[in-house]
């Protein structure tokens, strides 16, 4: 009976692995982009986990909704504050070591809070949690910026981000319906691929900084790649102005980037926006050419992620939008279970169907940017995300006044969509506009204030909920309408942003060329 069915299941696995290969670029893009997905995976299942156990928690330790979200928001507090210091570390150390011990860190501890005998000894296990799983956020970014070109960062970062949400969904599905029967069950089970993952990154090589050792699509892909392991382009050997990289410190050579571009027999090279910026003509931002050091302080360095407008401008952007996201991750499936009156394994089913939505948006937003970035779209990655942040705004309206949930699926599918279709082109465009020298020390600074805004947000979710709107399903649902404030600011922001991402993009190709003319001199 279950011979047929396991055969057909092993057959649609193993076609869905050819066509993430293909769709990625061959099995050493895959393998990764696959882990690093895996590692962003962890954290939001964890999250979901005790979000999805809160009935469990609550009954087993005599909590309330503030507790949970103190759960939640303890170990994102602490790993705001660890961010920047690994943010630094991400730009010196060896990264996928450093990922390597976080993950075997971040297992050993998940253990310790499954054997919690109270709320104290859980809250201390989260506090722990919270300092190791700071190294993702950086490590993760800086590595993605070395082993990907630039023209198609966004649709990689679709492909990093669905394991991200993933998690969530495994979280909510899987170990929330474990969590049913015993939470602390639910903690083992989520410490095991901590450490086969440690196991892998530790035996994964580390990329050249710069870019210099990025990725090449291999033959059979769906992609032509921008230069092959010898430094020759798809039609030679490559030529200044060619189809070079473009993506690291000496990468971004002349060339033009509209269509029939690049000499007879060599193709146009790839839309790096770096180069896109300084072949138009963008004046870089004088303040940032004034303000840039190759070698800075700590301090400096962190004055200098904070002066690039466009950088402000995302980082409250993405801050909003997390801060909303970690509302629904503490308490959808209470919400959910007394909106629409469900029981909690069909709330979790009814979320997994949402989390459907949310990778199909994270997927397309990628792909979408990346698209108007080849057809000659500077701030493509900006209006992409700007667009989908207004959209999550007002589908998110019905969703919240409905009591009926198939009245409320769709629009909650396309608002999950449209949510997480901003997430790759801002992730993507950060990196655009910083050298890849402060790409670990830039995410820390995000991270670092990103992270205290999705720790405030359980706490804050289950304070106005218990305390300002009465509890229970109404003061959840009259909590979520107020924050849509905060996601509304998301898309105001990405608005912001694209008056001033050109010349901060032109900005950091100045930079990245001065770079490469001392290397060349040093070389020399």
């Given at each position: ?348 089913l009814l979320l997994l169907v949402v989390g459907a939505g949310a990778v199909g ?117 009259w909590t979520f309408v107020i924050m849509l404030l905060p996601l509304a600011g ?35």
């Amino acid at each position: 009976m279950f011979g047929p069915v396991a055969a057909r299941i092993r057959r649609s696995s193993a076609l869905a692995r050819r066509q993430l290969v293909v769709a990625v670029g061959g099995p050493a893009r895959t393998r990764v982009v696959v882990l690093l997905a895996c590692v962003l995976a962890l954290a939001s299942a964890d999250t979901a986990t005790v979000g999805a156990s809160a009935v469990e928690l609550r009954r087993a330790l005599h909590i309330d909704n503030t507790d949970i979200g103190l759960l939640i928001s303890v170990s994102s507090l602490v790993a705001a504050v660890f961010s920047l210091p690994l943010g630094a570390m991400a730009d010196r150390a060896r990264r996928t070591w450093l990922l390597a011990f976080a993950l075997l860190t971040w297992g050993g501890v998940m253990l310790w809070s499954a054997a919690a005998a109270s709320f104290g000894q859980l809250l201390l296990s989260r506090l722990a949690l919270g300092a190791v799983t700071a190294a993702s956020g950086p490590v993760v970014a800086s590595l993605v910026g070395d082993w990907f070109p630039a023209h198609e960062r966004s649709r990689i970062y679709g492909f990093i981000l669905t394991g991200e949400l993933l998690g969530a969904g495994a979280g909510f599905a899987i170990t929330g319906d474990i969590a049913a029967l015993s939470w602390r069950a639910a903690f083992v089970i989520l410490a095991l691929p901590a450490f086969i993952l440690c196991w892998l990154f530790f035996r994964l090589p580390e990329p050249a900084r710069g870019g210099q050792d990025a990725l090449s699509v291999e033959h059979g892909s769906d992609e032509v790649p921008d230069a092959m392991p010898d430094g020759s382009g798809p039609a030679g050997p490559a030529r200044p102005g060619g189809a070079g990289r473009g993506n690291g410190p000496g990468g971004n050579g002349p060339g033009g980037n509209g269509p029939g571009a690049g000499t007879a027999g060599v193709p146009p090279p790839a839309p790096d926006p770096q180069r896109m910026a300084r072949d138009r003509g963008i004046r870089p931002d004088p303040a940032l050419l004034a303000r840039y050091r190759r070698r800075m302080t700590f301090g400096q360095a962190v004055r200098y992620v904070m002066s690039v407008r466009t950088n402000v401008a995302l980082i409250i952007s993405s801050a909003c939008g997390y801060y909303f996201l970690a509302g629904i991750q503490a308490f959808g499936t209470e919400f959910v279970s007394g909106q629409y009156h469900v029981g909690q394994v069909l709330a979790n089913l009814l979320l997994l169907v949402v989390g459907a939505g949310a990778v199909g948006g994270v997927l397309a937003g990628g792909q979408i940017a990346d698209m108007l970035l080849r057809r000659g779209r500077l701030n493509a990655r900006i209006m992409t995300a700007a667009v989908a942040a207004t959209a999550t705004v007002v589908l998110f309206i019905p969703v919240l006044t409905t009591h009926s949930a198939l009245t409320a699926i769709p629009y909650v599918v396309v608002a999950a969509a449209c949510l997480s279709a901003q997430n790759p082109p801002i992730d993507s465009a950060r990196l655009d506009i910083m050298p890849p020298w402060l790409w670990g020390r830039a995410e820390g600074v995000r991270t670092f204030l990103r992270t205290a805004a999705q720790a405030l947000a359980p706490v804050l979710f289950g304070v106005f909920s218990d305390n300002l709107f009465g509890g229970g399903t109404s003061g959840l649902k009259w909590t979520f309408v107020i924050m849509l404030l905060p996601l509304a600011g998301s898309a105001f922001y990405l608005f912001r942003a694209r008056r001033f991402y050109p010349s901060d993009v032109a900005a950091t190709a100045v930079q990245n060329e001065r770079a490469a003319r001392r290397a060349a001199g040093a070389a020399g």
